[in-house]
């Protein structure tokens, strides 16, 4: 998707479709209005009769527009005239993003930043239009013979002279995070035979050709090994694809601390030896999204040249069945001198993640941030529309919140009480890797705790929000607009 700013007046806007807003109470917006006298009253007369309300999420696709240069005109439902909330703005910029994908339009453009939106500005305007045309206009064919092979949609943003430079700056950034979730989005679509840990490490170097700020290292077995990282091992042994460690660390803010990302790798996850039932098993490819959402966010980081320094560090492998896979009852010693008792080879999550929490304090950072899909049980609680969030600092937790909500990537925070750490005791080991039914996504939240005592940390279980099933299965590039948003409210 390429996006401009685009000036003059609506009437004059050449494009395939130009979306303009209409509120309730009958009332045309002003690009309505200017284009509704060069359309001689059809916007007045179809908003009359009540064709569409205005209500945030009413579209109505308007297929003839003679007498202005825009072929066709979209109108979208604004709202209130005199302003809107931030989640009525999200939604009226997906459903016209919907509606340009439906109608199969792949040129528009939108005047949508003049609706009033309450506690928001043009910069924030300009980063929800963006995200829901890049969101509904991405499609995933790399594997189709006959793939569309189109050229990339284009969305021009109208705007007021004095605001384009404002606008363009916004663009910038909007281009850098439409490009990261896209490729956060494709490495999870790939399917499991060809986006292995090898490939997510092949990615990573790849990037860090490309850019200089950005240095990739990747530790083998063998490094991990002498690092003593027992438990991401253990679930790398029944996978004949080499695990891979990928760190990529991005230096673009001087001498500071960095914030480090550790996003889960699990290239497929057939559950072990405690395997998972056979119906959908297919989604347990994307459980690499945690993995894919670091790269993303890295990419989009590294192609603004943003002013802060991140690193993202990646444990990577497949979790199958094999006569050397580790069993339930096995013992593993993390690299943290703790053990575990792998009680269930489906919980392995958690067993590459502690290893690379604990690898992560040597770079001294300022906070630790890990994105897993982690948890069946936090589909079960907060299902498609939140990620999970647990901490070990309030203000931490507080800031991935606020993220959330400005880039409508939302999380919601679950507690990690001491109370619930029994749960995870074992006879035979320090710990066992899974706490019972009760609590799933806290007790696996409980038990990283155990591996990041020394630093602010927080975790974001994606496992209900990095992607969708049913008919429109594939990755929704969460939580990269938060953790990006996040990142980028930290640089200031
Ligand atoms: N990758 C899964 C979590 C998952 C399940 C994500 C379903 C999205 C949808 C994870 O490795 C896993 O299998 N977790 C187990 C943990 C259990 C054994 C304690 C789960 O949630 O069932
Ligand atoms: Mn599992
Ligand atoms: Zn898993």
Not at 102 to 117: F, G, K, P, Y
Not at 202 to 228: C, I, P, Q, Y
Not at 259 to 275: M, Q
Not at 276 to 295: R, T, Y
């Amino acid at each position: 998707m390429e996006f401009s700013v685009k000036r003059g007046q609506p009437h004059q806007q050449k494009t395939a479709c130009l979306i303009v807003g209409v509120h309730t109470g009958k009332a045309l917006g002003p690009s309505a209005n200017e284009i509704d006298k060069h359309l001689r009253g059809a916007i007045a007369r179809v908003v009359k009769r009540g064709d569409i309300a205005g209500k945030p999420g009413d579209t109505l696709l308007l297929p003839d527009a003679s007498g202005i240069e825009a072929e066709r005109v979209l109108l979208v439902g604004a709202g209130r005239r005199d302003g809107i909330g931030a989640a009525d703005y999200i939604k009226l910029c997906r459903s016209a993003a919907q509606a340009l994908r439906s109608h199969r339009l792949r040129n528009a453009v939108t005047t949508l930043l003049e609706v009033t939106v309450k506690g928001h500005d043009l910069a924030w305007k300009v980063a929800q239009l963006t995200r829901a045309a890049a969101t509904a206009a991405y499609r995933f064919d790399e594997h189709k013979t006959k793939s569309s092979g189109s050229v990339p949609g284009r969305l021009g943003l109208a705007c007021a002279d004095d605001d384009a430079a404002a606008v363009r700056e916004a663009l910038r950034r909007a281009r850098a995070l439409a490009e990261g979730m896209k490729l956060a989005r494709d490495l999870a679509n790939r399917p499991g035979n060809v986006c292995t840990p090898s490939h997510l490490a092949e990615t990573a170097r790849d990037l860090g050709a490309r850019f200089t700020a950005l240095e990739v290292e990747v530790l083998e077995e063998d490094d991990m090994e002498s690092l003593g990282m027992g438990a991401l091992l253990s679930v790398a042994r029944g996978s004949r694809q080499p695990a891979k460690l990928i760190t990529m660390n991005y230096r673009g803010g001087g001498d500071e601390k960095p914030v480090v990302l550790v996003g889960k790798g699990v290239t497929f996850d057939s559950g072990g030896i405690s395997i998972k039932p056979g119906a959908g098993m297919d989604e347990m490819k994307f459980d690499m999204c945690g993995a894919a959402s670091v790269i993303g966010v890295m990419a989009a980081l590294a192609e603004l040249g943003a002013p802060l320094n991140v690193i993202g560090v990646v444990p990577a492998t497949e979790n199958l069945p094999d006569g050397n896979a580790s069993k339930p009852g096995d013992i593993v010693t993390s690299m943290s001198g703790q053990t575990i008792e792998i009680l269930n080879t489906d919980a392995e999550g958690r067993l590459i993640l502690c290893d690379a929490l604990t690898y992560s304090a040597r770079y001294e950072p300022a906070v630790v941030i890990d994105i897993a899909t982690l948890t069946g049980a936090c589909v079960v609680a907060l299902g498609e529309h939140a990620s999970g969030l647990m901490a070990n600092d309030d203000e931490l937790a507080a800031d991935l919140l606020a993220a959330g909500e400005r880039s409508g990537d939302r999380a919601w925070r679950l507690p990690i009480w001491e109370d619930y750490q029994q749960q995870l005791d074992s006879p035979f080991a320090d710990m066992a890797n899974v706490g019972g039914r009760a609590a799933g996504s806290i007790t696996a939240g409980c038990f990283l705790a155990r591996f990041t005592r020394q630093y602010r940390w927080a975790h974001l279980d994606i496992a209900g929000t990095a992607w969708l099933s049913g008919k429109n299965k594939g990755a929704s590039g969460r939580p990269v607009g938060l953790l990006f948003d996040y990142l980028m409210h930290r640089a200031g």
